[in-house]
């Protein structure tokens, strides 16, 4: 499925080079005349060069000018350009409805492009040779390690997890079970996680990374990257909803995942666990 390029091109506009930085700002301002350009020719309007255009395009995933052009075009032809912008002052609920759906069908797609088959498949063989999973995260992370531990255990497996980092180190530390460790940072540069993960290393379990860089401390410590695509997250969006959506739907492709390999146990698991819970409807809690 063709990427939406003009939140693409926003997803990296932090963290792009000044030179390329030039290039997708001046894309952003004036999409429709940036169509008709040569690399030459917007180059120059950019303040930049043609190599810095080509190094523009690697960063952003596309393949060549021409490829972003024709992008470029066929984003502007199914929406409103408005929609592709922030929410701003005053905004109505209509527009942030429209604006948060096409951002979030973006970060879908490109999660699909970023997470890797074999990737799924190691964690979910990884997930079924252990006896104990633990899983961390810190901020929006904690919603998708909570989110983790909600899924696996109505599976009947046994699944570690506390926002309290010195309880999760000792339970780590003195654990002696076959266990598994999946780590979840955007940013990939969380000190607890990534301390965590160091402590994991050293029980000689296997560590999963749920993360966006793949260059990142968690990442490098890993056996299993499932890897999210970057985004910058915009003033109002405290809550991380970009990453946050990315995140939360790799688990989902992972609980799937396992439950396909595991078809007739997992039907069985989730059965008893509703069982379990339509009993304590019975009983004032």
């Excluded at 997930?127 to 904690?142: K, R």
Aim: proline share 2%.
């Amino acid at each position: 499925m063709q990427q939406n390029i003009i939140l693409t091109i926003q997803d990296h506009l932090k963290t792009l080079p000044g030179s390329e930085q030039k290039v997708a700002e001046y894309i952003l301002n004036h999409t429709n005349e940036v169509i008709s350009l040569s690399a030459q020719e917007l180059a120059k309007k950019s303040g930049s060069s043609p190599a810095a255009i080509i190094r523009f395009c690697r960063s952003i995933e596309v393949n060549g000018f021409t490829d972003l052009k024709l992008q470029l075009s066929a984003n502007l032809g199914a929406v409103d350009t408005q929609m592709y912008t922030e929410v701003e002052n005053g905004e109505t609920t209509a527009a942030i409805k429209e604006k948060l759906q096409h951002r979030l069908v973006h970060v879908l797609e490109r999660t699909n492009e970023h997470l890797e088959v074999e990737a799924v498949d190691q964690a979910v063989r990884a997930v079924e040779e252990a006896e104990i999973i633990f899983v961390y995260g810190l901020g929006a992370s904690s919603l998708v390690a909570q989110d983790i531990y909600q899924k696996f255990t109505r599976l009947g497996l046994s699944v570690f997890f506390t926002m309290d980092l010195h309880l999760f180190a000792s339970a780590l530390g003195t654990n002696q079970l076959k266990g598994l460790f999946i780590g979840i940072s955007n940013s990939g540069t969380n000190p607890e996680t990534n301390a965590l993960a160091e402590l994991a290393i050293e029980k000689e379990l296997p560590v999963v990374a749920l993360t966006a860089d793949r260059e990142s401390d968690l990442a490098q410590k890993s056996d299993i990257l499932l890897l999210t695509p970057k985004g910058e997250e915009a003033p109002l969006r405290s809550a991380a909803t970009v990453s946050l959506t990315a995140q939360l739907y790799v688990v989902d492709v992972l609980f799937f995942a396992y439950g396909a390999k595991n078809y007739d146990k997992t039907l069985e698991k989730i059965q008893h666990s509703r069982g379990a819970v339509e009993i304590l409807k019975g009983y004032k809690v």
